[in-house]
């Protein structure tokens, strides 16, 4: 030990020590670094590379130490290095550590740890022993074998600390450790080997074909081991950070694509998985670890899909559990550009259909099916009506249609959720009386319509459509309610001969109505006589539409008058069809058409300009009445055809006075009160018709602007016999007095009539006691006269 002590203090100049220390740390940490940077990388052939990287620093750091230190060895007489064999020192240093290096970075199991530090404790003795040969001097050197052995010793003690615990890519104290360990190394066999070697000096130096002097060989080793090491860590430091850089764009990318909601499988040109996204693990119920490095082909083959294709479509993939998948696929190759490793790879690009297949299927259910009942709805309906037809028709025998004759009054009596009640129970009847084959829908609000089986006979059409409404008719509970609605139904036969769906559903709506107009609660088929009635109907509104162009409707015009005096206080003009081939046409024939048909409009601008242009012919004190029909007051219209009237005639507007039903204002109080404030503006009277026939009438009288109240013909013509009638007439003459509103008595036809209304202060009424309705020539005054004198 002193010996060794006596070496380095008194053989070897400090500042040289010093400088191999540094050295041989400088190089120890560098090559630490290049190493751990060639683990981070995962292919073999780029580890390797640093592996060897890392070899050949400390090669030459080791070597670099030992000839630092050989610099400050001061034997007390001139010395030279041979040329050769301090760079032939330098190859063996460098081969192998490099060979170390790649041993060891494979794998850092315990057994290759141990052969790491024997071969670097053979590559250090050899290089160092070696390069001892290269000092040439003035003498002999004579090596001691015990300290040769102890060298090497403590060598291979050193190293196996170091290979073995001293390499850590997470234990930072461990790479210190093996630091220090190799320094420790490096400087046992230096020292140690140099305090076993006895010089013996003799005259002359040794000659040498090539050698170096120690200043010469300084420079060498300063600037080549410095130039190494700032390289290597240059090169690891910026190796480093582009793969961070491409660490942290394959982290963005790896999140962007496990983000994404479809299903990513790349496959190399080998067919072989190479990646997956989170999204494609699921779809596939396997995780990245067993799918990646599988061939491509068996889990593609679910799909029917070719490894090579590059292009789309909608299919099947079954997944590890066994689940089917309807998937959406795309396919694109990748060229190879400027990374070679990606030409002949193919990204599958794989959307779930799933969700959106549900969302389409809840669309079709929406499209195809009523919510509420749960019924086929009208496109269902007329979908299979004209499918049907297209096959031939003998699938279903009849077109039934039902309509509930009570619905708006329960929604207006026990509310919207006993509709709905009896909505939903209508369906599940007609659901359970369909024969087998049959459909049943809900067109719409309270229209129903069935289409019957092959399984009914067209003979039983009318008393199955019948049996239907027997059953629709039958009390249903809501509330602890039973609501009674009652049905109609109208059927249609389907034939061979059928081809036309739109003629089946308007006939079978044909037969419906004239259920309804037979009373309601009842069942019709379209037959001979229904189809006659509807021809004539038909041949009605073609002469209707031909009638005001034609100038074929005449006015007619019957007196109001005064109770106590009989004089005429105005007339109202009803309407006449001078038809041609029909004779005169009473309103009773033909309103009810127009009103369906639109052309009531047409035909109520013309009665308001005619009576107009009638009453301004007339005495200043007479006014003139028209009835408004429920279309013709919704009428947008209506106002301005009005106003436009009395300009264009010149009639005071408080001559002109409109008559309106219950009926046309019903639907929507708000805006008739808005039209009827503007015609008050206007300076026009309006009345309220038929009263006490609907049963909201005591309300349009409370908020509507009515100048007078006319009382339904029905009561007037029933209270000389009917105790009741008479009641309700007195009962609404009191109401008039007690809102200031004259009331008006329709349909007086006997004397005793009028006397009765006079006797219950009734002051204006009409009828025929006074006249019927005429034309008015000069024979309707003198009748009207000759009864206002027979009356005083």
């Known amino acids: 030990m002193y010996r060794v002590l006596s070496c380095l203090q008194d053989d070897h100049a400090f500042f040289y020590v010093v400088m191999a220390v540094l050295v041989c740390t400088m190089a120890a940490v560098c090559a630490l670094i290049v190493f751990h940077r060639g683990m981070e990388s995962e292919k073999q052939s780029t580890r390797r590379l640093w592996a060897a990287a890392s070899g050949v620093v400390t090669g030459l750091g080791v070597w670099g130490t030992h000839f630092v230190a050989m610099l400050g060895y001061r034997p007390g007489f001139e010395v030279a290095f041979d040329g050769v064999v301090t760079i032939v020192s330098a190859l063996v240093a460098v081969s192998g550590f490099v060979a170390t290096s790649q041993l060891l970075i494979t794998s850092l199991d315990p057994i290759r740890r141990a052969l790491s530090g024997f071969m670097a404790t053979a590559t250090l003795a050899i290089m160092h022993f070696y390069g001892q040969s290269s000092l040439k001097a003035s003498a002999l050197f004579e090596y001691d074998a015990g300290y040769v052995a102890a060298a090497v010793a403590l060598c291979g003690l050193f190293f196996s600390i170091a290979y073995s ?44 074909s090539w050698s170096l002097a120690p200043g010469e060989l300084a420079l060498a080793i300063v600037f080549g081991v410095v130039a190494i090491l700032v390289f290597a860590m240059m090169a690891a430091g910026f190796d480093r950070t582009i793969a961070g850089l491409r660490n942290r764009e394959s982290r963005r990318i790896s999140m962007l694509a496990n983000s994404a909601s479809e299903g990513i499988v790349i496959a190399d040109a080998k067919g072989q998985i190479v990646e997956v996204n989170r999204a494609a693990e699921d779809m596939l119920g396997a995780d990245r670890s067993f799918l990646v490095g599988a061939e491509v082909l068996p889990i593609l083959s679910m799909t029917g899909l070719a490894s090579n294709a590059e292009s789309y479509r909608e299919t099947e993939i079954v997944s590890t559990d066994g689940v089917s998948i309807p998937v959406e696929v795309r396919t694109r190759k990748l060229d190879s550009g400027t990374d070679a490793n990606a030409a002949g790879a193919t990204i599958y690009s794989i959307r779930d259909l799933r969700e959106r297949l549900r969302r389409e299927a809840e669309i079709r259910e929406l499209a195809f099916n009523d919510q509420l009942s749960g019924l086929a709805n009208r496109e269902s309906f007329q979908r299979e009506l004209l499918a049907s037809l297209a096959r031939g028709g003998g699938e279903h025998t009849a077109v039934i249609l039902f309509d509930l004759d009570e619905f708006k009054d329960v929604n207006d009596q026990f509310g919207h959720g006993a509709g709905d009640t009896v909505i939903v129970e209508t369906a599940k009847r007609l659901k359970a009386l369909a024969p087998k084959g049959g459909l049943a829908a809900r067109l719409g609000g309270d229209e129903f319509a069935l289409l019957t089986g092959p399984t009914l006979p067209a003979d039983r059409i009318f008393e199955f459509a019948s049996e239907c409404v027997r059953a629709l008719s039958l009390p249903i509970q809501h509330d602890e309610i039973a609501i009674r609605c009652g049905a109609s139904a109208g059927a249609t036969r389907i034939t061979e001969q059928t081809d036309d769906a739109g003629e089946l559903l308007k006939t079978a709506d044909r037969a419906l109505y004239a259920a309804k107009s037979d009373g309601r609660g009842r069942a019709r088929l379209y037959d001979s006589e229904l189809h006659e009635r509807f021809e004539a109907r038909r041949d009605v509104e073609i002469a209707l539409s031909r009638a005001v162009e034609n100038d074929e409707f005449v006015l007619h015009y019957q007196p109001k008058v005064c109770a106590q005096t009989r004089k005429v206080l105005s007339y109202e003009a009803l309407i006449r069809w001078e038809r041609p081939g029909h004779g005169l046409v009473m309103p009773n024939d033909f309103i009810e058409i127009a009103e369906q048909s639109m052309i009531v409009t047409e035909i109520g601008r013309w009665c308001i300009r005619e009576a107009c242009e009638a009453a301004s012919r007339w005495e200043s004190h007479v006014g003139v009445s028209v009835n408004l029909s429920a279309r013709q007051f919704l009428d947008p219209k209506l106002y301005g055809d009005v106003r436009e009237a009395l300009r264009r005639t010149g009639l005071t507007p408080n001559r002109l006075e409109l008559e309106i039903t ?23 009277q309006i009345a309220l018709d038929d009263f006490g026939t609907g049963y909201s009438s005591m309300r349009f009288v409370q908020q509507l602007p009515f100048d007078r109240i006319k009382i339904d013909k029905s009561f007037v013509l029933a209270m000389e016999t009917d105790p009741k009638s008479f009641a309700i007439v007195d009962a609404i003459l009191r109401l008039g007095h007690s809102l200031s509103i004259p009331v008006v008595a329709e349909g007086v036809e006997t004397e005793a009539q009028a006397l009765r209304l006079l006797e219950a202060n009734c002051h204006e009424f009409q009828g025929f006691l006074i006249s019927r309705p005429l034309p008015m020539p000069a024979s309707l005054k003198e009748i009207i006269e000759d009864k206002t004198r027979g009356a005083a």
Not at 187 to 203: E, K, L, Q
Not at 667 to 672: G, L, R
């Open 165 to 208: 615990y001293g390499i850590s890519e997470h234990k930072k104290w461990r790479n210190v450790l093996g630091v220090v360990s190799t320094l420790l190394a490096v400087a046992s066999v230096h020292f140690v080997g140099m305090a076993g070697m006895t010089v013996y000096p003799i005259r002359g130096l040794q000659e040498v």
């Open 662 to 684: 219950e009926t046309a204002i019903i639907h929507n109080v708000q805006v008739a009160a808005n039209l009827l404030e503007k015609f008050k503006k206007l300076g026009v």
